[in-house]
């Protein structure tokens, strides 16, 4: 599901109004594909451009879990010039991770997939924790395996995560990758 350009523009005008940041939330799928690779990659840098074109910082917001989180969290860390093929871009880059309690999803690097991080409370569920990135998000991104009808997305924490953000009435937009 695409940004339309009004969506866009007020995207840009919350950010300037409020604090000069646009807060992008990222969901997606353990099981990432190269298609998924490059849809994250893609996005990224829409946002990077974006903020850059407009006077922006960036910040965003992903759950910690291996796969497309751990991923869209190197590709903005690109943009920060928190790494060695950081190209210098003019827009400051914060990535933010919301730890859920089981770390068992988290892969043992997490944090060099971050700058900044939170760990949800003692009693939390996976559910909070998705709560937790929709709020702090202007934008939500996801990436998913499979449609949202089909049945082995009905406990899927990217499915969640998209629907969380669709009843926030923040932009929400994903794309399927390979269903293979």
Known sequence: MPLGEAVVEGLIRQAKERDGVLRVGFTGTRKLDDYGREAI???????VQLCENNGLDLELIHGGCVG??????????????ATS??????VKVNVH???????SRVPADWRQHCHTWEQMPEGSKYRDRNKRIVRRADV?????????DHGSQKYSGTWMTIRLG???????FWTIQNED
Do not use: C, H, K
Not at 41 to 47: I, N, R
Not at 166 to 172: D, F, H, K, S
């Open 68 to 81: 497309a989180d751990a991923f869209a969290g190197q590709s903005a860390l690109i943009y920060s010039g």
């Open 166 to 172: 669709r009843e926030a009435n923040i932009p929400t």
């Open 140 to 148: 939500l991104f996801g990436v998913a395996n499979r449609p949202e």
């Open 41 to 47: 990659a893609m996005t990224v840098l829409f946002f």
């Open 85 to 90: 093929v950081g190209q210098g871009w003019g």
């Open 97 to 103: 991770t919301v730890l859920p309690i089981d770390m």
